[in-house]
């Protein structure tokens, strides 16, 4: 009966070490907030967690640590794509992920080139290229990258409603005539940083294209500033 009641006590003093050594390991000394230590995002289809880099002693290396671009075309880009755009920091990627991307209503958009996009992207992103945006409406890769946001193209008959009319004669609300955007998500766009023109350049051709401002939103501290502040990035798979 003593034996029992000594293995039984060893059970638990070994299982309470094991949950303090568990929460020591689990325990974040840079964490994202001082209410955030982690987020988690799905990213093609597995569970991703967001945080920073635990080593206070690392340091930026690689393309991302330099300082000095040519300008043009590298040139340091204003805080405003468009003055109805929202430009938006890390807290709010943050607050991002864990509404709009968990709910669907929302998508994290790369608007980098593919050759960029595969050396490492924010999870829970998905690569829609600037250049798709700036095609012509026929374009079927347009067509599938706004289907993508949510937009679909109008049916032939929708060309002839009246708010259409209103705007051909300049008396409308400049709604497309193309795209329908009653179901048009809010979009995320980012790029590689202050001094990158991709996603400026997305945001705009969306813009001519007749995407809500409201629902368009800017990153601009881009993949630079993301690992400068030592956050999560993933190689995405082929």
Same mark, same amino acid.
């Given at each position: 009966m003593k034996a029992r009641t000594r293995? /039984? @006590?060893?059970?638990?003093?070994?299982?309470?070490?094991?949950m303090s050594v568990t929460g020591a390991a689990s325990a974040l000394d840079v964490k994202l907030t001082e209410t955030r230590d982690f987020v988690?995002?799905?990213h093609e289809g597995r569970s991703v967690r967001v945080e920073r880099i635990q080593d206070e002693n690392n340091v930026l290396t690689g393309g991302f640590a330099k300082t000095s671009r040519k300008c043009p075309p590298f040139c340091i880009h204003p805080i405003r794509v468009d003055p109805a755009v929202?430009?938006?920091?890390?807290?709010?990627?943050?607050d991002f992920?864990?509404?709009?991307?968990?709910?669907?209503?929302?998508?994290?958009?790369?608007? /980098? @080139?593919?050759?960029?996009?595969?050396?490492?992207t924010i999870p829970g992103s998905i690569n829609l290229p600037f250049t798709v945006f700036s095609r012509d409406t026929s374009d079927p890769e347009l067509a599938a990258a706004m289907s993508k946001l949510g937009v679909s193209r109008k049916g032939p008959d929708s060309g002839l409603s009246m708010n259409s009319l209103l705007d051909m004669i300049g008396l409308g609300s400049g709604g497309s005539q193309v795209w329908d955007f009653s179901n048009a998500k809010e979009a995320l766009f980012w790029c590689?940083?202050?001094?990158?023109?991709?996603?400026?350049r997305a945001i705009n051709a969306l813009l001519k294209q007749g995407y809500p401002p409201e629902k368009l939103f800017y990153y601009r501290g881009g993949m630079q500033l993301w690992q400068v502040l030592g956050l999560t990035t993933i190689v995405p798979e082929d």
């Open positions: 293995f /039984r @006590t060893l059970q638990i003093i070994s299982a309470v070490l094991v988690t995002v799905n929202e430009t938006v920091g890390e807290v709010e990627i943050f992920m864990e509404r709009q991307l968990r709910n669907g209503s929302g998508v994290l958009v790369d608007a /980098r @080139t593919p050759a960029w996009h595969k050396r490492g590689n940083g202050p001094w990158c023109d991709q996603s400026p």
